[in-house]
Each structure stands twice: as C-alpha cells, then as structure tokens.
C-alpha cells in the first residue's frame, strides 16, 4: 500500500508541477534561466529587467528583450554541473533517478556483458527507451522490455518522477508503474521509488528502492542502490526466515569524456539466510558500461 500512495502522489505532483511554467512569474534578478518560445526558439541568459509585458535577459554581454506573450516555457537553472566528464544523472546501476534526460539527450548501457538498453530524450520531460538481453534471443525466445519515463525538477534540489515498464521474459507478460523522489543535484543525490507491477494477469506490489550517488571528482563517484521485497509467502519465510529480501549494489562509477563505467558488489541477505553452505560468499560483481550521446539539434528555417 504504501508504495502505491507513493505513486499516486508523485504522479499528482507532476500534473500540478507541469503547469508551474508560467510567462507572469516574477524571476529573481541575476538568475539564470532557459526560455522556449512559442516559435521554438530558444534563449539562455541571466534576468536583468522585467515587467508585466517583457523579460530582458544578458547573454554572452547582450542584452535580449522578450514579450511575455511570446513565451512558451521558462526553466530556471538552478544547477549547471560542476563536473563536465561523463554524466549519467538520470541513472543508479540499473534503477532511474527522478532527473530527467533534457530532448535530444541519450545512452548507450550494458549492464553484465549480457543486457543492452538506452533512453532518449523526447522532450525535456518525458523519454523513452528499452532494454534487450542476447542469451534469450539466441534461445529464439527474446526478452525485453520498453521503459517510458517523466520526470520534473520541482525545486532547486528536488526533483518527482515516474514510469513503466512493459517487459516480456521468455513467456512472461509483466508490466509495471513505479513513482521516484530524487534530493540532490546531478552529481550527489539520494533517490526513493516504489510502485507495483501485473505479472500474467496478477497484481501485486513491487519493491522499494533506495538509492544515492556522491561525485568525488570529474573521474570517480561511489554509489549504492538498495531493493527491498516486502515478501508474504509463508514457504519463503519459513525456509528463509526472512520478511524483508534485500539486494543491494554497492561500488564506484568511472567517468570518462562520453562513457561510464560502473564496478559494483551484488549482495544479498538471502545468501546468509539459506539453508545451503555458500563457503562465505558475500556478493557477486557487477559490471556496467553506459555511453552518453547527443542529437544534433536542427536549425529553424525563419
């Protein structure tokens, strides 16, 4: 239940936020923000004047005037980034953050040799993308999945979104909905989902995820991300003595100019809980690779 209100008030969130955009805002001088007009355009510059009928902003030390009726969209940019190599922001190991891919915006990712996936940017909210992995479609009975996601900044450090995710496994059917809050920036953050899923006509809850990232350096982060099962199935219990399965990934990210490269500890409290001898292993290794690109951006005939 809990990770269902949690959607549903995430979801209520981005339908109020959408409509925050509006051209009669009063902006605080100095700050810096990104105009779309209604002909597509677009401008970037810091507030310098403003009135009810017009925006003036500086740009590279000219001043540019803009009618108010003439706006589409203004965002605030209320963090430019500090590291410039690699990012990956919209991303953990393998769960989203609530950030959202800007249009045009994409990756790449392989995660353990075996999983391929990327995202694009559709809009500045809204991106879509999938998954595939090679040892079922060599089997001829393919496995993906196709993840659309939205995603808002609310405040400087606060950003809600949400997504699904239509996947097919051998002959499974399964599609689920999750809710995300993300606190931080792009390079240190802290992100929580939950949602719930309908697997072959059964309805149940999903996990709940932690995750967070810190960025060291313009070459290292470390992160961790934590998927909680709240599981209600009296043989799980009994054999295992658990409630609550818990996965984890834990390790660095590598960045590079366009890559990231990701080394992590896969651990889990079912391996110190099972029955079975497991010779003291505590985890398995992960490894993700993640290639960052961008459209080019075509210019507007006038």
């Known amino acids: 239940m809990k990770n269902l209100t949690l959607l549903i008030l995430v979801f209520i969130t981005i339908a109020c936020s959408t409509s925050s955009f509006a051209q009669n805002e009063v902006y605080q001088k100095g700050k810096k923000v990104e105009i779309k007009l209604n002909d597509g355009s677009e401008y970037i510059g810091r507030i310098s004047t403003q009135t009810e009928d017009y925006l003036e902003i500086v740009n590279n030390f000219t ?4 009618k108010r009726e003439d706006i589409k969209r203004i965002k605030v940019i209320t963090y430019e980034g500090k590291h410039n190599y690699g990012k990956m922001h919209t991303r953990y190991f393998y769960s989203p953050s609530a950030i959202p891919l800007k249009k045009g915006e994409g990756y790449y ?24 992995e090679f040892a079922s479609l060599i089997s001829g009975t393919p496995s993906f999945s196709i993840t659309p996601k939205i995603g808002v900044q609310i405040t400087d450090n606060i950003y809600v979104g949400a997504g699904l995710r239509v996947s097919k496994f051998f002959e499974i ?31 149940g809850f999903g996990p709940t995820v932690a995750s967070a990232t ?8 470390i992160m961790s991300e934590n998927w909680f099962w709240d599981i209600k199935t009296p043989i799980f219990n009994d054999i295992t003595g658990l ?6 990934i834990h390790g660095v990210r590598l960045h590079s100019k366009r890559s990231t490269f990701d080394f992590g500890v896969m651990t889990t409290n079912l391996l ?21 690109f961008s459209l080019p951006k075509r210019n507007k005939m006038k």
């Open 109 to 132: 990712q392989n995660l353990m040799l075996l999983v391929n996936g990327g995202n694009i940017g559709i809009t500045d909210y809204f991106s879509i993308g999938g998954t595939f």
């Open 243 to 248: 409630k609550v399965l818990h996965i984890g």
């Open 63 to 66: 001043n540019i005037q803009i």
């Open 214 to 221: 810190h960025r060291f350096s313009d070459r290292i982060s």
């Open 272 to 292: 110190q809980n099972m029955p079975l001898d497991f010779n003291g292993i505590i985890g398995i290794p992960f490894i993700g690779y993640t290639y960052g």
């Open 173 to 203: 059917y399964s599609t689920s909905g999750y809710g995300v809050v993300t606190l931080g920036n792009e390079d240190s953050n802290l992100s929580l989902a939950g949602g719930f899923g309908i697997s072959n006509s059964l309805l």
